[in-house]
């Protein structure tokens, strides 16, 4: 009893160094049970990969081949050593022959899709939404991007940069460790689900030529919310309340923050159609495979009819609209950003328009609502299929340079790329 009470007389003589003691114990403890777990959980993963490593090959048939393109300067240089340690091992153990190319410069993976041979099963891209969005432009800029080149080439997303919109959207977990290891799975499982693509053009002037068109696959955002979260690594000094930091000294509103507090505008658009005679042509060339000779062989299962829209007719298709803008925050996002990806009726694109104004308290909380994965909130929501936007600088005239042209049409077919998606929750929602 003597001991106890000694015990607890030092706690309270030296209670600073007690509660220092006591936390650096309870970390500890914590990051040892972490590391334990996830030790675990990639010991199950390593075995069910094993399971494809150890199935018969056909004779003549040569193993999977894929082609990782990496990004070793995503997620502040961590994306090499997590490719090591969690991806890596179970698509070594699948049998699959694995290609690495590490991206150099900006730009590069863009490069490399577009040269890609037809050796390669599969394009893998281990990064954040930068290198998703140049893999994908990548694809559909090559010469033969049409449908049987997106069906030749799906693309695996492996989650590890700092942002990984459609990752989290296909995989949707917390858990770092299990979503990495949740998309190998995927990979190996060469299980897919189609998305849509935004394809972005700017418009061509006087002066200038249009340059290629960039497709993206979560969104676009334009105004002050944007452009405080990209400035939010200059507060590093606050650690994990860099975020929340950001958004007060930013809500000040100083001419030197480089906020666009006043985001003005005009928006055309066209609004979705679900299928009529002008937006929807008939595929013919299933019709011109027939052969003479194929009415003495038996008929082949073939795909479902698709539906006849030749004799649907919409007067408001193709019908464009205007709208002028004066806001703090514009986003144009994807059925993408939505949990699993599932889109609320017809390809398009989600058009949010926030207030004309905030105040200092309601940016901040608006900021901390974001900070914390909750929904953007905005005034005015619209749905196109194709929309254009001509900024307008302060001295009310229209900048040429920043005209851009938004489509929905093609890029936005949900056939067009398709990504890999993990086995547990694709029997629910493929199509």
């Known amino acids: ?47 069910e990969a094993l399971q494809y490593g150890e199935m018969p090959v056909m004779n003549g048939s040569r193993p999977r081949q894929i082609t990782v393109i990496l990004n070793p300067v995503a997620n502040k240089r961590k994306s090499r050593k997590n490719f090591d340690k969690y991806c890596a091992p179970l698509l070594y153990l699948a049998g699959i022959s694995v290609n690495v190319i590490q991206t150099e410069f900006e730009g590069q993976a863009r490069g490399l899709v577009e040269s890609l041979d037809g050796v390669v099963d599969a394009i893998v891209v281990a990064g954040g939404d930068g290198t998703v969005s140049e893999a994908v432009t990548g694809l559909l800029r090559r010469a033969d991007g049409d449908l049987a080149v997106q069906r030749k080439f799906p693309i695996g997303v492996l989650p590890l940069g700092h942002t990984n919109t459609v990752a989290k959207s296909l995989f949707f977990d917390s858990d770092k460790v299990k979503m990495m290891a949740e998309a190998t799975m995927a990979i190996i499982k060469e299980i897919t689900k189609p998305i849509d693509v935004i394809k972005i053009e700017v418009l061509e002037t006087e002066d200038e030529r249009p340059g290629k068109p960039v497709y993206c696959l979560g969104g676009i955002q334009w105004g002050a919310y944007r452009d405080a979260n990209a400035k939010k690594d200059k507060f590093w000094y606050w650690g994990m309340l860099r975020s929340y930091v950001t958004y007060i000294f930013m809500g000040l509103k100083s001419e030197e923050s480089g906020v666009s507090w006043q985001c003005k505008g005009h928006l055309s658009y066209i609004v979705p159609c679900k299928g009529c005679s002008r937006c929807v042509q008939a595929d013919e060339s299933d019709k011109s495979r027939h052969r003479w000779w194929h009415v003495f062989v038996s008929r082949q299962p073939t795909e479902p009819v698709a539906e006849d829209y030749s004799k649907v007719v919409n007067e ?113 929602f493929v199509t």
Not at 374 to 385: G, I, Q, Y
């Open 1 to 47: 009893m003597t001991k106890i009470v000694k015990v607890f007389k030092a706690v309270q003589n030296n209670w600073k160094k007690s509660v220092f003691i006591c936390a650096v114990a309870s970390y500890g403890l914590r990051y040892a049970a972490d590391k334990y777990n996830s030790f675990q959980l990639m010991r199950q993963y390593c075995e």
């Open 316 to 428: 408001h298709c193709g019908t464009k609209l205007e709208k002028d803008i004066l806001t703090v925050d514009l986003s144009l996002t994807t059925a993408n950003v939505s949990p699993n990806c599932i889109r609320d009726g017809d390809p398009h694109i989600k058009v949010a328009i926030g207030p004309s104004s905030v105040s200092f308290i309601d940016f901040v909380t608006e900021g901390w609502r974001r900070v914390n994965g909750k929904a953007p909130r905005s005034e005015t929501v619209l749905n196109a299929r194709e929309l254009e936007i001509r900024p307008v600088l302060k001295n009310n005239s229209e900048s040429s340079a920043l005209y851009m042209k938004v489509w929905s049409s093609k890029a936005l077919l949900p056939s067009y790329t398709s990504f890999n998606y993990p086995n547990r929750i694709i029997s629910s």
